[in-house]
């Protein structure tokens, strides 16, 4: 079925884009948890009304390009958030947000694929890229803000991420150790079972030397030649 995406969604595509997924999909996952919609004529209709408006406001040729650059490069987004204490981002600001947010501030269309950046996690500065025409970019200051504040220094910034960044890569190697013990712990077993196995194979094997008795017995039984002669 079609759906229109309401929001970005990794793999699948872009908040605005009307794409064909199977329904179960989006009946379990992408509608109850509002990432998508149904498309209607009517929702898919309206989406390309906005799109061919936007479309007269994007560069055409490389002068053009060249104007915007000039406009969007003076040009400051601020994008204000929910976080936590660590300024980490209870969502994210995607190439789309920065798309709208230009159109919203500059009337400036901006084809979100050409928006190179991943989602922003955590608050800060950054300096979005962002190709307007052939050979022609530009970066785009944008600043992710606490909801309701201001941003800490740049020092301040970088400590709290210098941090997070530590306490992450202390996680990780706790979950690699556990990781190592596990399998350490599974190799111990692996080995005891085969040991087990071994021994009881060599239970289940007659001795050796019980099979030379049984030999050396079985012999006078069949009879001895020179006896029968005599006989």
């Given amino acids: 079925m079609q759906v229109i995406l309401i929001k970005d969604v990794d793999k699948l595509g872009l908040r605005g884009d009307v794409v064909d997924v199977a329904r179960g999909y989006a009946r379990n996952y992408l509608l109850p948890r509002q990432l998508a919609e149904v498309?209607?004529?009517?929702?898919?209709?309206?989406?390309?009304?906005?799109?061919?408006?936007?479309?007269?406001?994007?560069?055409?040729?490389?002068?053009?390009?060249?104007?915007?650059?000039?406009?969007?490069?003076?040009?400051?987004?601020?994008?204000?958030?929910?976080?936590?204490?660590?300024?980490?981002?209870?969502?994210?600001?995607?190439?789309?947000?920065?798309?709208?947010?230009?159109?919203?501030t500059r009337k400036v269309r901006v084809d979100r694929r050409k928006i190179d950046t991943d989602p922003i996690k955590r608050i800060g500065r950054f300096a979005i890229t962002v190709a307007l025409f052939e050979d022609v970019t530009v970066e785009v200051k944008t600043l992710v803000v606490p909801e309701g504040g201001e941003l800490p220094p740049e020092e301040e910034l970088a400590a709290i991420e210098a941090a997070e960044a530590a306490e992450a890569a202390a996680v990780e190697a706790a979950a690699e150790a556990e990781h190592a013990r596990a399998e350490e712990a599974i190799a111990e077993v692996i080995e005891e079972e085969e040991e087990e196995e071994e021994e009881e194979e060599e239970l289940e094997e007659p001795p050796a030397t019980e099979e030379a008795e049984s030999d050396v017995e079985a012999a006078p039984a069949a009879g001895n030649p020179a006896e029968d002669d005599a006989a």
């Fill in 39 to 104: 498309a209607t004529p009517a929702r898919v209709r309206e989406l390309e009304r906005v799109e061919a408006q936007r479309a007269l406001h994007e560069a055409k040729s490389a002068e053009q390009a060249q104007e915007i650059a000039e406009v969007l490069g003076k040009t400051v987004l601020r994008f204000e958030v929910k976080s936590g204490p660590t300024g980490s981002l209870f969502g994210s600001v995607t190439p789309s947000d920065i798309a709208d947010e230009i159109w919203r």
